[in-house]
């Protein structure tokens, strides 16, 4: 069975850096994209960044350029994304997901089967 588990959210003054993981487990991590998207209060779920089996990464959103990066350690079935210089508007719960294929399905969500639970992250002085 296919599971997903987000950890590393919290409140951080603007400015701040989080490094959020996605725990994966059920399948082998290292044939699989893992995509972030994030969801604020009232708007639509968002695609962040996805990185394919192969280590590449796809960014989402112009806004995050130079601020949002992800890395993977398949032998831990863990996925990481690290943000920096957050702002309030990052302010979202961010979830972890995959479409069980070895490359990334864009930030569709509706192409991506399996998700997480989500980890609140608030950018707030």
């Known amino acids: 069975q296919v599971h997903l588990e987000e950890s590393g959210g919290g409140l951080v003054p603007p400015g701040g850096s989080l490094r959020l993981s996605c725990a994966v487990s059920g399948i082998t991590l290292q044939y699989f994209a893992i995509v972030w998207f994030r969801q604020a209060p009232g708007k639509e779920r968002e695609g962040v960044i996805c990185?394919?089996?192969?280590?590449?990464?796809?960014l989402y959103a112009d806004t995050e350029k130079g601020r949002f990066t992800s890395s993977r350690d398949d032998n831990k079935n863990q996925v990481f994304l690290h943000m920096n210089k957050l702002e309030p508007e990052d302010t979202a719960v961010y979830y972890c997901?995959?479409?069980?294929?070895?490359?990334?399905?864009?930030?569709?969500?509706?192409?991506?089967?399996?998700w997480g639970r989500g980890t609140q992250v608030t950018v707030s002085s």
């Open positions: 997901a995959t479409a069980l294929a070895g490359y990334c399905y864009g930030d569709d969500r509706y192409r991506y089967d399996y």
């Open positions: 990185s394919s089996s192969s280590g590449t990464t796809e």
